[in-house]
């Protein structure tokens, strides 16, 4: 196979972007995208072959992510765990799949929000002391590093929660 000079190629079994910088006999000269140079086999270079892509779903997140102001003015991630918010239709699924989707999308946001070193967020759960806030709090009571409180959201009324973590000790689920 040969390569031209200045071509962009890959080494199989390694990540970067090398470029030809000249051939001898079975070996390449490469340089990477640092400016250091590297004697690789041509056995294991290949082409780079660009794929297009359009667009990337990503299914895994939560749909919604907002973030209301809380009373001292800061900045806090929430997510509405009501089944019309994560576009789950009651008439389909039962009570336990709605639950089960409901304990999956936050599950994904608290990941995502350790991810990001976030100190708190909120998670609007309904008011009362429905199943899905009590198995929230049985998974919060499992973990380390990590608090569960009740927040007000309307009319002085207990319909969320906030949710404390302690970056240094709490780990993703």
Do not use: C
């Amino acid at each position: 196979m040969l390569f031209q000079q200045f071509e962009e190629v890959s080494i199989l079994h390694e990540s970067g972007v090398f470029r030809v910088l000249r051939a001898e006999d079975t070996f390449l000269w490469l340089e990477d995208e640092h400016g250091f140079e590297r004697k690789v086999s041509v056995q294991f270079v290949v082409r780079r072959k660009p794929i297009q892509v359009e667009k990337v779903p990503q299914k895994d997140l939560p749909k919604r992510v907002k973030t209301p102001l809380s009373v001292t003015g800061e900045s806090i991630p929430s997510i509405d765990l009501h089944h019309h918010e994560l576009q789950l239709d009651e008439r389909f699924l039962s009570k336990h799949e709605i639950l089960t989707a409901q304990i999956t999308a936050f599950k994904h946001f608290y990941n995502q929000m350790i991810y990001l070193k976030m100190k708190r967020f909120r998670v609007v759960h309904g008011i009362g002391e429905g199943r899905l806030k009590s198995e929230l709090r049985i998974l919060i009571q499992g973990k380390e590093g990590v608090a569960m409180h009740d927040d007000q959201v309307s009319r002085g009324k207990v319909g969320a929660s906030l949710i404390e973590i302690q970056s240094s000790i709490a780990t993703k689920f």
